[in-house]
Structure formats: structure tokens, C-alpha cells
């Protein structure tokens, strides 16, 4: 999988889901600021490791969501010069 698609909708019930044959999440577009970051965070695991159940995908993802926060990671950067470790931006 190399590039995952966020698709953002009304959604019930839920603040977002993954579609694993797809590489889709969908988020949404009821929530924003740490709670966005956060279910981007979780459902992107569920893609990248489907296997694992989901209360370690829970904790790791409010683990990184903590610490990317505490970095001040916000959607306002829209920068993208520094290319990513395989390359790509």
C-alpha cells in the first residue's frame, strides 16, 4: 500500500472508518482539531495493521495523536518541501 485516501463525509454513529481493500478512510466531517488527528491516526493503523485488534490500535493511535499534539502538529502548514524517507513528498 503506498498511499492511503481520506474521504471525508456525514457519517453516524462513528468519526471515521477504514476500508481495507480499498486503502480509503473515511472521516467525519463533524470533528476536527486533536479528534480529527487522533482518527486519522487510528483508522490509518487499522490499514497499515489490520491484524491487530482494536484496543492496541486505540492506544497507540491516542499515544501518537499525544505526541504529535504536544509537538503543535495542526492543520494550518501546508508545506511539503522536505521529501519523505522513501523519497516521495
Known amino acids: 500500500m503506498k498511499n ?3 474521504v471525508y463525509k456525514k457519517l453516524k454513529k462513528v468519526h471515521g472508518y477504514a476500508i481495507i481493500g480499498k486503502s480509503t478512510i473515511e472521516i467525519s466531517t463533524n470533528i476536527s482539531g486533536k479528534k ?3 482518527i486519522l ?3 490509518g493503523n ?3 495493521f489490520p491484524d491487530i485488534e482494536e484496543d ?6 491516542i499515544i501518537l495523536c499525544n505526541m504529535l499534539w504536544k509537538q503543535g502538529f495542526r492543520l494550518v502548514d501546508n508545506s511539503n518541501d522536505i521529501p519523505m524517507q522513501d ?3
Open 4 to 6: 492511503i485516501k481520506v
Open 36 to 38: 480529527l488527528l487522533e
Open 46 to 48: 487499522h490499514l497499515l
Open 56 to 61: 492496541e490500535i486505540e492506544s497507540k493511535s
Open 41 to 43: 491516526i487510528h483508522e
Open 87 to 89: 523519497g516521495t513528498k
